[in-house]
């Protein structure tokens, strides 16, 4: 294992971390980070934990908001303390070694790549459905070739494009809060006060037990992915340090009102059995408090969350591998930028398998996005694994050398980071032993140990190579 400062200069606050250009400000960073993490996983992916979980998919839903809201702390420290391009990647090779960083980065690319797909698939179905007569995959390509186009684009055209995504997508949110809390106390025309009477009036407030809680977190947890990207965003902004600190403050706990309140309005306003609350949850209160053509509004919303989405990951991903080519973990030639500052080779590879589901919707439009999805379900949770590992130790390496960089701490160091620890070790045990969710453990549990492998073997010869040289 190699020491996590050895040979490898720590950036003071504030200075450079990549010869890009900065190009985006406090308020792009914000968005970014808000609008990384509000996506289907919350507009869609709510009805299933709550058709579990019932009212109790409150407490499941706070349970994976407090734990991503700690790993997004332990990423804030870490970045604002040792500011760099590859965010947590970086990290784990600063404080593990090469063949952490290089095994964190790769998987968190063929995470996003994947995940790619998956979003313009899912867009694609949307418009399909407007549409019936222009094919899902004809839709995948439009979508991919559009938003490649505009992450090989200037960086601040990208940041101001995610920015306006960002703001609908939350303007949603808010006015479903609103219309939903008016439902909830009888302020709307010509509708009763509901009350809090649906959170017992179905089987209670817990109907499937504790049991149902830990379903509806493991269909939650998930949902919260997406917030590292204002980290790998930090690097190309006009001051990483305290855009970064500030970003972090605002984002994790709007977050959490957002996905938590959201939750909320559904469960109160409706009884959690309903049958359209499991498929299609924020429709079906739109419907019930009677705003016209509810649906659509909300394919319109899901339609740009999902479009949102995939540009943000588009961009992280084409970072993370730029970072680890700059690491030499990644071939030499990804390292090249445009007079613009932007990685275009980067964009494009991490763009390819984007491309190639446009043939997999041709061939399997049915099976496709399940397929993809159980090939790197679980990868999040290694990441965020990771990073708490990494901060476990960087904090020491911090307090030791720079304590004043530590101007944006992790809670209750180190307890609730082995706690974070913990639960992330018991998500992972319970989504084996679950039959759904399985095949979802093992197809990362098979990539993680190959990544693992070549990054272990590449330190090993990097290793003989400089004890050759010595």
Known sequence: MTSPTKNRPVAAPGAAVSERPSALGARHLTMIGLGG???????VGSGAGIAVAGPGILISFLGAGLLAVLVMRMMGEMSVAFPASGAFSAHAERALGSW??????????????????????????????????????????????????????????????????????VGAIVGFLVLGGLAVVGALPGEDAIGLTNLTAHGGFLPHG????????????????????????????????RGLSSAMRSVVWRLLVFYVGSVAVVVLVLP??????????????????????????????????????????????????????ERGEAPGWLRGVSGSGVPRRAVLVSVFFGFVSVLLNFWWPDSVFLWMLNGVGAIALVVWITVAVSQLRLRAVAEREAPERLVFRVWGFPGLTILALVAMGALLVLLAVEESSRPQVVGTGVLTAVVLAIGL?????????????R
């Open 37 to 43: 993490a509000i996506g289907a996983g919350l507009f």
């Open 100 to 169: 952490a960083g290089f095994t964190v980065g790769w998987l968190y690319w063929a995470l996003i790549s994947v995940v790619l797909a998956i979003e313009a698939a899912g867009a694609a179905v949307i418009v399909h459905g407007w549409v019936p007569s222009v094919p899902t995959w004809v839709w995948v390509l439009v979508f991919m070739a559009g938003l490649t186009g505009a992450n090989l684009a200037a960086v601040r055209k990208f940041g101001e494009f995610e920015f306006w995504f960002a703001v609908l997508k």
């Open 210 to 241: 504790w049991e149902g809680v830990l379903s509806g977190l493991l269909a939650v947890v998930f949902a919260f992915g997406g917030m590292e990207i204002v980290t790998i965003a930090a690097a190309e902004s006009e001051d990483p340090v």
């Open 272 to 325: 959690w059995n309903d049958s359209e609350v499991g498929r299609s949850p924020f429709v079906a209160v739109l419907e019930h408090i009677g705003l016209p053509g509810a649906a659509q509004v909300m394919n319109v919303v899901l339609l740009a969350a999902l479009l949102s989405a995939l540009n943000a990951n588009l961009y992280a991903a084409s970072r993370m591998v730029h970072s680890l080519a």
């Open 457 to 469: 073997v590449r330190e090993r010869r990097r290793r003989r190579k400089e004890t050759a040289v």
